[in-house]
């Protein structure tokens, strides 16, 4: 299974983009999980499907946490505000 804890804020510019392109695979993966969702109204497999959801997303902003809000916070200095936005939201 993935997690967020494979990659940390030390890692490599190679496994940035390892991370950002994973980022792009969550979205696509919560995107169709909602879809489905949305067309299970009730049920078992609607609760599945949400626990799903809840699942990814809370890997999804344990990466952006651990991996990408610090890197931005290393390119923009000038900007802790952006950071720390982001991880209140």
């Known amino acids: 299974m993935r997690t967020a ?7 490599s510019g ?7 392109s994973q980022l792009e695979i969550d979205h696509r993966r919560v995107e169709t999980l909602f879809a489905r969702a949305c067309l299970q109204t009730h049920g078992p ?3 599945a499907l949400v ?8 890997t999804h902003a344990e990466l952006e ?3 990408v809000y610090p890197r931005i916070a290393q390119a ?4 802790p505000w952006l950071v ?4 209140e939201n």
């Open 76 to 79: 923009l200095p000038a900007a």
């Open 65 to 67: 946490e651990t991996v």
């Open 45 to 47: 497999s609607r609760r």
């Open 5 to 11: 804890s494979r990659l940390d804020a030390t890692t």
């Open 51 to 58: 626990d799903q959801i809840l699942k990814e997303l809370t």
């Open 14 to 20: 190679a496994d940035q983009g390892d991370a950002l």
């Open 84 to 87: 720390e936005t982001s991880i």
